[in-house]
Structures are given as structure tokens and as C-alpha cells.
């Protein structure tokens, strides 16, 4: 089964996804040669599902969620390849200035950084009522009144005071929320979340998703949210990708991921979170050193041929060397690209 | 235990400091050298500005019974071999330097900051060739630069202010142009494409309004260096011509002959560039440490 086929039948008992992406390319022209970066990535997101896009560093997961914004940079990075449907406009095809009619109006994105994601000169009011004015021709007022609006809606105190201050008044948690309310002041139909909490601590972390979670529900935002944290994952994703190597390798519902992953590298990622219960000491045998995925993410120009972690899998055979896997439905509802997803659960015994 | 008398400090600080004019008093207390340096260029803007009511003599009134006459009673500051009173030639002086300098400066930094903004902001063909054009710009000093645009466009009022504001752009496009390779990589410039932001209206909105704390400075600083500069190309026979009153070109026309016999014509001319290059200075170092609290004391 390819890919394609796999985004088809993608939970059929939604409607009409607000976001189709098939067989996406990225590539990087760099120095160090041909950077595939995203390599035929496909997935399907329906209104108000949160969808999130985990892997390791390096593994395309950045890049996939600037490509859908079409904010790659270029040189050295271009989309080579797919599609990227929102609605029934491929972003793909769309002139630069058509482009910026659907970013921060259709399709919106808040970044990781929230200490510098605010331009420091400038009020977070004019700021906010800045993508206002310039997608729904507001005016300014009415502009400042719907920003007061959103600043309420992400739970900023006083927010016809905060209007009028400047960023570096914020806390990061404070700013992030600004940061979203910016991002959802024009009613997009997704929302990209790039690492949203990594740069928070973690009990503004969980108010930060409590806040983002709250939005899709009452706006009823797609989300696509870009992390490495599987905690976060767990607590907010309705649907998840593990991508590895600018390949999806593995896609499942939120609980069949953790309950059976398909891949041995999904199942390494959850392995290697620690274990609280196992700390405490609860029986002394069941303490066991943390688990990690031996060795590297391998580099992206010189990727191996055949499956990219096969070097670091214990499960890998000469074919997975030789071959790469096909990316094939393993259980209803759940696709993966092993060779070896029936042999999984050796790993936890090796 | 260290003794810190902590009201003495806040009070440093500024804690307790509301409203307009407690806050400049407190600027004056925090930076007095700025402050008497914009004391020294406020007084010479109200020159400027009274002219005509400071001084009862006409500046270009020539009078041949008061030629080289001392400084006394009825000639404040002496007058020159033409008779023209001193005091009001210094006096109306002060309007042709403050337009030159503030008008060259202007224009300066308009187009300094347009050339260093869209070269650092765009880069690609553009910046290479607007960078070459600064650079061949750069290789003269600031004098010898305006000195060649003044002979190009010939003595006059505004070619002085224009040939000065050529001159100026260089040192302003260079720094407006590395601040904004800088700022243009800053989150916040990604967060605003993400918006769906044009790239002119970033450079304008987002970058632009971040450079201007440096070029602030930075105009403050040109300030004075304009007003040597027109004095200079004034001294040489290139700056403002007759009949507007310059004080270079006050000296240049009593140097060489009345240098020894009427030294007044040469004295008071020389200090008020003094002064108020003085001042531009002392106030450009203190709003740049106002700006800028890493630097300096």
C-alpha cells in the first residue's frame, strides 16, 4: 500500500478534511549535497482535530509545518514536489501575493520562541490588531477591540490594559498566549503550533495547551502541533505522525500509538520516557535504567539506503538494509513502514 | 553588614519618578552633561529663532566709519573690515548653520536609511551594487566628499545642505544596513510573514521602527559634523554664499589678513562653531548611553 492510499482512507467518518497534504517534497540544495528534508509526507486533518507531528530533531517535522505556510527558506530549501489542499485551493499553486491572503487568515502558525516572537518596539495591541486590519479591512478601532477580545479569550489578565503595553512587560507564558491570540484573531481553519511549550517552563506548559485546546474546541481550529515531547502528545493529540528522517514512518490514533506503536522507533520513542511510578521505587525490581534509542538520527544527505533506521534498530534485518519498507496498514486505522512490526514486541525483551 | 542608604538609591534610579517634568529633571540630574549640551544648542536654536529682536543691526548692512571697529559699547562684538556689526553676524550666523546642519542631517538620514534598509533587508543584486556605491562613497573622507558634491553642484544654500547629506549617507546606510541584517532573522520577522505581512510593509513596520534608537545617535552625532563641514566648504569658498551670514566663511574672509590687528573677527566666529559642535556632542554621547545602558558609565 502507498502512501496516497493511505491518506484516502484516513478515518473515513469525518467530513471533507480542511487540510489535505499529499506526497510532499521539500529539498534542501545545500553544500553538503541534496537535503531531503521532506520526502513524500502525506496527511489529512479534519475540522477541529488536533494532529501531532513527533521525531527527533532533524527529522522534518519543522520544515513540514513551513512548508504548509510556504515559509521555507529559498535558497537553499524549495518544495519540489505534492500537494497541500486547504479547502479547495492547493497552497502550493498560489502566487506570493495570493499566499499572503491565506497566511494568518486561513492558515495561521505560532512559533517556539515567544520571548522574540514579538516585534519588542511595538504595543502587543497594535500588534495583535496589525493582522487584523491588514486581512478583514477593519478599522482600527474595531480592530483593537477584536484583539481585546482574543487577549480575553487566551486568558490575559486585564486585556485593555495589556493592549497598550509593550512585550518585554510579558512573562513567556503571557507572551506565547499573545502569540496565539495573534495567531487566531482572523478565525483560521488550522493552526500550526511549532513546539509551542518547549520554551516554557513546565506548569505554564500545560496552561499554554490547556489554552490551545480550549481554542479548537470553542473555534473549532484544525491544529497541527510540532513537538517532541510525547507528554504533551498524550495529553493533547487526537491523532498522531512519527516521522524520522523526512519520512512518515508511523501514524496512528493517540491511544493505539501508545498502547501497540507499529514502528520500532515509535517504540523507542516511548520507551525512553521516563517513568515516574518505576522511580518511586514502587518494587524494586521493576526500577530499570531509562531506555534510549541507541546512536544517531542520520544525516540527511547521506542517508542509508533501504529503511533510514535500520543502523540504530534492533529488529533490523538484510532486507530492511537492502529495502526501504512499504508504508502499509497494520491494524485498522494505524499505518506503518516496517518490515518487522510483528516481531515489536522483542524489543522491550532485548 | 554594608551600610546602603536605600532612598539615596531608588532615588538614583529613578523609582519614584511620575509625570513629565520630574522625569526630565531627572535626566538632567542622571546625564547634566547632556543637559548642558542640549542647554548650549536650545540657546543657539533661540538665537536662531530672535534674531531680529536680539540684535538691532542688520548683518549684511555695511558701514565704512565702523570698519575693524573694537568690540565696545556700540559694536558688541567689534566689526569687520566692512563694517558690518559682528554680533549680529554671528547672530544670524546661527540660522544658516542650524539649517545647513539640521537640513543636511535630515536628508542624510532619509537617505541613509532608505539605502540601508532595503540593501539589508532585501540583499541580493541590490545590496551588492547600493554597498559598492556607499563603498566608493566611504573611501573619501566626510570633508573631501562634500567638498567635491559642493564644487559639483555649485555654492547655494540648498546645494550646501545637499552636498553635506550626500556626504553624510555612508556612515548612516552602513549602520542601518547591519542592524537590519540582524533584526530581519529575529523570530518576530517570521512571526509576521506568518501573518501574511508583505516584505516592504516588514522593512517599514517591523524592522525600521527597531533601527531607530541607533539612529537617533547616530543623527545627533552628524549633527555636528555638519556644521564643521559647512563651515569648512564656507572657509574654502563653498559653502553658502552671500548675502546668508556663515560663520566659517566669517573667518575665512579675516584669517589671513586681520588675523593680528582685529583678532575679535577671527575669536568669536571660531567659538560659536566651538560651542555648538560642543554641545551637539556632549548631547549625542548622553542619549546614546540613554539608549544604550551597556555602554559607558
Not at chain 1, 520562541?113 to 519588542?120: V, Y
Not at chain 2, 530672535?50 to 559694536?75: K, M, Q, Y
Not at chain 2, 563653498?238 to 588675523?259: C, F, I, K, Q, T
Request: glycine fraction near 8%; hydrophobic fraction near 50%.
Amino acid at each position: 500500500m502507498t502512501s496516497q492510499s493511505a491518506v484516502d482512507m484516513a478515518d473515513p467518518t469525518v467530513d471533507a478534511p480542511v487540510l489535505q497534504v499529499a506526497n510532499l517534497q521539500t529539498w534542501f540544495y545545500t553544500r553538503a549535497g541534496l537535503v531531503k528534508a521532506v520526502d513524500g509526507v502525506s496527511f489529512s486533518l479534519a475540522r477541529g482535530e488536533t494532529l501531532a507531528i513527533v521525531g527527533e530533531s532533524g527529522c522534518g517535522k519543522s520544515v513540514t509545518s513551513l512548508s504548509l505556510m510556504r515559509l521555507v527558506a529559498d535558497p537553499p530549501g524549495r518544495i519540489v514536489g505534492g500537494t497541500v489542499h486547504l479547502g479547495d485551493t492547493d497552497l502550493l499553486r498560489l502566487d506570493e501575493a495570493a499566499m499572503r491572503a491565506v497566511r494568518g487568515n486561513r492558515i495561521a502558525m505560532i512559533f517556539q520562541e515567544p520571548m522574540t516572537s514579538l516585534n519588542p518596539v511595538m504595543t502587543i495591541g497594535r500588534q495583535i490588531s496589525e493582522s487584523v486590519i491588514l486581512h478583514q479591512r477593519l478599522s482600527r478601532a474595531a480592530a483593537l477591540e477584536r484583539t481585546i477580545e482574543m487577549l480575553r479569550l487566551v486568558g490575559i489578565p486585564e486585556p485593555a490594559q495589556r493592549v497598550k503595553e509593550y512585550p518585554h512587560l510579558l512573562s513567556g507564558g503571557m507572551r506565547q498566549r499573545a502569540m496565539i491570540a495573534m495567531a487566531l484573531a482572523c478565525n483560521p481553519e488550522v493552526l500550526i503550533a511549532d513546539e509551542p511549550t518547549s520554551a516554557l517552563d513546565v506548569t505554564i506548559q500545560a496552561q499554554i495547551l490547556e489554552v490551545i485546546a480550549k481554542l479548537r474546541r470553542e473555534l473549532g481550529t484544525a491544529v497541527i502541533l510540532i513537538t517532541h515531547d510525547l507528554g504533551v502528545v498524550a495529553e493533547t493529540a487526537d491523532r498522531v505522525i512519527v516521522m524520522y528522517a523526512g519520512r512518515k514512518v508511523e501514524e496512528a490514533s493517540t491511544m493505539d500509538l501508545f498502547v501497540r506503536p507499529m514502528h520500532p522507533y515509535t517504540r523507542g520513542l516511548i520507551n525512553s520516557i521516563p517513568r515516574l511510578s518505576l522511580m518511586r521505587g514502587e518494587s524494586q525490581a521493576a526500577v530499570t535504567r531509562l531506555q534510549e534509542i541507541p546512536g544517531m538520527v542520520p544525516a540527511l544527505s547521506n542517508l542509508p539506503e533501504g529503511c533510514a533506521f535500520a543502523p540504530r534498530c534492533a529488529l533490523a534485518s538484510d532486507t530492511c538494509r537492502r529495502e526501504y519498507p512499504p508504508y502499509e496498514q497494520k491494524q485498522p486505522g494505524q499505518w506503518a513502514a516496517c518490515w518487522h512490526s510483528d516481531q515489536i514486541e522483542r524489543i522491550d525483551h532485548d | 553588614m554594608l551600610a546602603l542608604d536605600h532612598t539615596a538609591e531608588l532615588e538614583k534610579a529613578g523609582a519614584n519618578v511620575s509625570g513629565k517634568r520630574s522625569a526630565a529633571l531627572h535626566l538632567i540630574r542622571r546625564y547634566p552633561l547632556g543637559a548642558v549640551g542640549a542647554l548650549i544648542i536650545l540657546f543657539f536654536v533661540a538665537v536662531a529663532v530672535f534674531a531680529g529682536v536680539i540684535t538691532a543691526f542688520d548683518p549684511l548692512t555695511t558701514n565704512s566709519e565702523a570698519a575693524l571697529a573694537r568690540p565696545g559699547a556700540e559694536h558688541l562684538l567689534g566689526a569687520d573690515f566692512m563694517g558690518r556689526d559682528m554680533f549680529a553676524r554671528i547672530v544670524y550666523g546661527a540660522r544658516t548653520s542650524l539649517m545647513v546642519s539640521v537640513g543636511a542631517t535630515a536628508l542624510g538620514c532619509l537617505g541613509g536609511v532608505l539605502i540601508g534598509l532595503s540593501s539589508g533587508f532585501f540583499g541580493g543584486w541590490f545590496d551588492l551594487i547600493a554597498q559598492r556605491f556607499i563603498d566608493i562613497l566611504q573611501a573619501l573622507p566626510l570633508l573631501v566628499l562634500a567638498l567635491v558634491m559642493a564644487a559639483a553642484l555649485g555654492p547655494s544654500l540648498q546645494n550646501t545642505i545637499v552636498a553635506i547629506s550626500i556626504a553624510l549617507i555612508p556612515n548612516i546606510a552602513r549602520v542601518i544596513r547591519s542592524n537590519t541584517l540582524s533584526l530581519r532573522e529575529l523570530p518576530f520577522v517570521e512571526a509576521a510573514r506568518a501573518v501574511g505581512m508583505s516584505e516592504i510593509r516588514i522593512a517599514l513596520t517591523q524592522v525600521l521602527p527597531n533601527t531607530l534608537a541607533p539612529l537617533i545617535v547616530l543623527a545627533t552625532a552628524q549633527l555636528g559634523s555638519a556644521i564643521l563641514v559647512e563651515s569648512s566648504l564656507a572657509f574654502l569658498g563653498l559653502g553658502v554664499p552671500e548675502p546668508h551670514p556663515s560663520w566659517g566663511r566669517m573667518l575665512s574672509e579675516s584669517a589671513a589678513d586681520y588675523v593680528r590687528t582685529a583678532p575679535w573677527l577671527v575669536i568669536f566666529p571660531g567659538l560659536a562653531i566651538s560651542a555648538v559642535v560642543f554641545g551637539t556632542n556632549l548631547l549625542g554621547d548622553a542619549i546614546r548611553d540613554m539608549l544604550d545602558p551597556r555602554q559607558g558609565t
